[in-house]
Structures are given as C-alpha cells and as structure tokens.
C-alpha cells in the first residue's frame, strides 16, 4: 500500500495512563491517509479511507504500556511507546473533541 501525508502537527501535550496524567510531553505526528492514486492496490489489500499515524512523543513516558496523549489541538490518540527513543506505536484512530476521526 502507498500513502500520502496528510498533515503534521506537533506541540506539547498531556499523556494519560487512564484516568492519571503521566507527564506533559514533546510531540511531532505525522497523519498520512492510503493514496487512492497509487498503481500499488489489489483488491486483497486496498482499504478506502486507510491511515496512519507515524511520530514522536518525548516525555518521562513507559515504554510499551498504554497511553492517551491529548494535543494543543484538543485531539485524542491512544499510543504505546514502541522504544526510548519515543517512537510511537499508535492503537487506534486520532480523534477531535467529539469523537470523529481526523485527517
């Protein structure tokens, strides 16, 4: 599959463990969403509206747990930390206030 970015955005944020915040932490997202142009999709694996979320969020953070970071923005993205490096491994879709998905 191919994509494209789509937007980036970066800032200081809250993290979460649940309900408790972790730390307040460095991020630098990239959204890219599947490229509906790209001569590399079958049928086994296009999936229209298909994204991703690759970045960075740099904090006094544990590695691989589950954690909630809310942006400057007032969006929402469930992620562990992949390494120490603050790599990220996002779990789910970055969402604005009301729940719907951003792009």
Known sequence: MSFRPVRKIEGI?????????IDIAEYD????EE???SHEHHAGNY???????????QGTLPVRQDLRLLTEEGYSVNF????????VVVS?????????PVR
């Open 29 to 32: 997202l990239e959204i890219y």
């Open 80 to 87: 562990f930390l992949r390494d120490s490096l603050g790599t």
């Open 35 to 37: 490229d509906p142009d």
């Open 47 to 57: 999936k229209a509206g298909g994204t991703k979320i690759e970045g960075t969020v």
């Open 92 to 100: 789910g879709p970055m969402v604005d206030g009301d729940g719907k």
């Open 13 to 21: 944020g809250t993290v979460y463990s649940g309900d408790n915040v």
